[in-house]
């Protein structure tokens, strides 16, 4: 017998669809086509060689002989006892009773009285006026007497402004450095001095003419 042609592409189409679905048609004797299942397949025990068979396979919904159960779940602790909370408040009261005589505010002239002597003490003040009023030996007059004269001599012969800074300067000179460093009798001594001495420099008029332009 002569070799037979190979079945065409259209041949083997059909046949195959023909063993998908188990027709056998007359005359064709080749062995139906095996079932390709080509889904993974997962064990559920691998069995190394060598090794004993279980008796028997599970039964239906049991689980396999070789596998472990897992352990009981942990035990569900019990409520703890209920804790009571308690609040207090606590109150503190401090009875006052007002003061049945109170001190009076100081008038102005204890405040002023107050703040000089935090700079100058009576005795030291006392003995600076003394020395500043006291004729010098030999000159018939005090220190304050001649700077007096000496500011007004000024004022006469130099005119208003030098009698102003002759005897203001030296006055604000004499209060700084009692202010900054406290008072001594001889930093009052010069106080005193200049003080009486800025008084030559001073005229009732001096305002009427400083506004009027009008001297005497």
């Known amino acids: 017998m002569g070799a037979q042609p190979s079945p065409g592409g259209d041949e083997l189409r059909a046949r195959y669809f023909l063993r998908r679905l188990g027709a056998r048609p007359l005359g064709h004797q080749e062995p139906p086509m095996p079932y390709d299942d080509r889904r993974p397949v997962t064990p559920t025990r691998i069995i190394p060689a060598g090794a004993t068979l279980p008796a028997r396979p599970p039964e ?20 703890p006892e209920p804790r009571i909370v308690e609040v207090r408040h606590v109150h503190e009261v401090i009875l006052t009773s007002p003061d049945p005589d109170p001190e ?12 000089l002597g935090a700079y100058v003490r009576p005795w030291h003040a006392v003995l600076a006026l003394i020395l500043a009023v006291l004729p010098i030996p030999g000159v018939g007059y005090s ?9 007004g ?4 012969s ?12 030296p006055l604000a000179l004499a209060v700084t450095t009692l202010l900054r460093r406290g008072g001594n009798p001889l930093r009052l001594f010069f106080l005193t001095v200049t003080f009486i001495g800025s008084l030559a420099s001073l005229s009732w008029y001096d305002p009427v003419q400083f506004l009027t332009g009008v001297a005497r």
């Not at 239906?60 to 409520?79: F, H, L, Q, S």
């Not at 009076?104 to 703040?115: V, Y």
């Not at 220190?143 to 500011?151: P, Q, R, S």
């Open 60 to 79: 239906p919904d049991e689980a396999p002989p070789w596998r472990t159960p897992p352990p009981p779940p942990p035990p569900v602790p019990a409520d």
């Open 104 to 115: 009076p505010d100081p008038s102005r002239w204890e405040r002023l009285g107050g703040w």
């Open 143 to 151: 220190a304050a007497t001649i700077w007096h004269y000496t500011v």
């Open 153 to 156: 001599l000024g004022r006469d």
């Open 158 to 169: 130099w005119g208003i402004g030098w009698g102003y800074a002759l005897g203001l300067i």
